[in-house]
């Protein structure tokens, strides 16, 4: 089982300090991304792993992603507004709809929905009950 402390090897602090250090050196909000690219890079080549790319990390990358982009946004004027559930869901499928292998008789995007409810719903004892392009209605787990 992966250690709650880390994202995909990485420890959350280190992420979480790099998001403070792009914040310092005043990248912008529409920048985030390449940003986000740019310091994992670093992380990558520090800990002597210099050929891992962000491809390699699969559904990893949007949870890292989310937890620097929060880091990121906590500090900035107006304060800090966390992803509505439906967002973060919304994303995750996204991402994992790119690189997940389905199972015989199934497709990429019940793949993708089925470990992006596991990421993200179940953490929260919650569900789906209904999901639909912007619209996800969730339920008690059992």
Known sequence: MANKDTLAGIPKSTLREAA???RQEGVKL?????GIARKLKKIFEERGE?????????????LIRDLMEDEFL?????????KSQTERFSRCVKMVRRSV???PGSN?????IAICTKTILHKRGRTIK???KKRLVTQRRK
Request: net charge positive; proline share 2%; aromatic share 10%.
């Open 130 to 132: 209904r999901y639909s």
């Open 30 to 34: 529409e920048n985030l991304d390449f």
């Open 50 to 62: 210099k050929n891992k790319k962000l491809a390699d990390l699969d559904h990893s990358y949007h």
């Open 74 to 82: 906590h500090g900035q004027k107006g304060g800090f507004k966390r």
């Open 101 to 103: 292998q389905p199972l």
């Open 108 to 112: 990429k995007e019940s793949a993708a």
């Open 20 to 22: 403070r250090e792009m």
